[in-house]
T-cell receptor
């Protein structure tokens, strides 16, 4: 079952922040975040595991609320390079290594 | 590390022909490989999961006789689209997973198939 992502799209000016949410109705083992540019393959950003986690790399961070089966991706002080479609991939518990992907959130960062 | 390649990058073929797409993990051994298809502006839909040396597991609604998957080694999986038709035109992406705890899937660059 696919996770639900919101919002569908967001437009930002450089330096602005954004939050992308991903929620599942099933118990999750992990949440994986990817960014995909047009015509290219998804690029892995980070993974969050069951038990609840927060992670970050440079100005992109994410959290996983195990109780709510929700994950959020935070884009801080956005840069032009952050433009793309962000997908969350969820792995159910017990884990079988398969990922179900949300519909994606298109982020456009303008100068 | 964790680089996955796909070949070809794009292919245009006539209706009724078969097309083979290769997926290779270049710097690691992939215990499991996955095949997805993606329509324009849509999400990634898992087609099948393959483990080296065993038969692929197909998702509901995916015709196993049409989409043949072979996982011959720990670094190579192939997807053959048999008797392709225009509705098979899509972006096909493979991913590979290492046998490590809490690891993710690493995606290949994708193959754009156009069936005329």
């Amino acid at each position: 079952q696919q996770p639900v992502q919101s919002p569908q799209a967001v437009i930002l000016r450089e330096g602005e922040d954004a939050v992308i949410n991903c929620s599942s109705s099933k118990a999750l083992y992990s949440v994986h975040w990817y960014r995909q540019k047009h015509g290219e393959a998804p690029v892995f950003l980070m993974i969050l595991l069951k038990g609840g986690e927060q992670k970050g790399h440079e100005k992109i961070s994410a959290s996983f609320n195990e109780k709510k089966q929700q994950s959020s991706l935070y884009l801080t002080a956005s840069q032009l390079s952050y433009s793309g479609t962000y997908f969350c991939g969820t792995e159910r518990w017990p884990n079988d290594y398969k990922l179900s992907f949300g519909a994606g959130t298109t982020v456009t960062v303008r100068a | 590390g964790a680089v996955v390649s796909q070949h070809p990058s794009w292919v245009i073929c006539k209706s009724g022909t078969s097309v083979k797409i290769e997926c290779r993990s270049l710097d690691f051994q992939a215990t499991t490989m996955f095949w997805y298809r993606q329509f324009p502006k849509q999400s990634l839909m898992l087609m099948a999961t393959s483990n080296e040396g065993s038969k692929a597991t197909y998702e509901q609604g995916v015709e196993k006789d049409k989409f043949l998957i072979n996982h011959a080694s720990l670094t190579l999986s192939t997807l053959t689209v048999t008797s392709a038709h225009p509705e098979d035109s899509s972006f096909y992406i493979c991913s590979a997973r290492r046998d490590r705890w809490a690891d993710t899937q690493y995606f290949g660059p994708g193959t754009r198939l156009t069936v005329l």
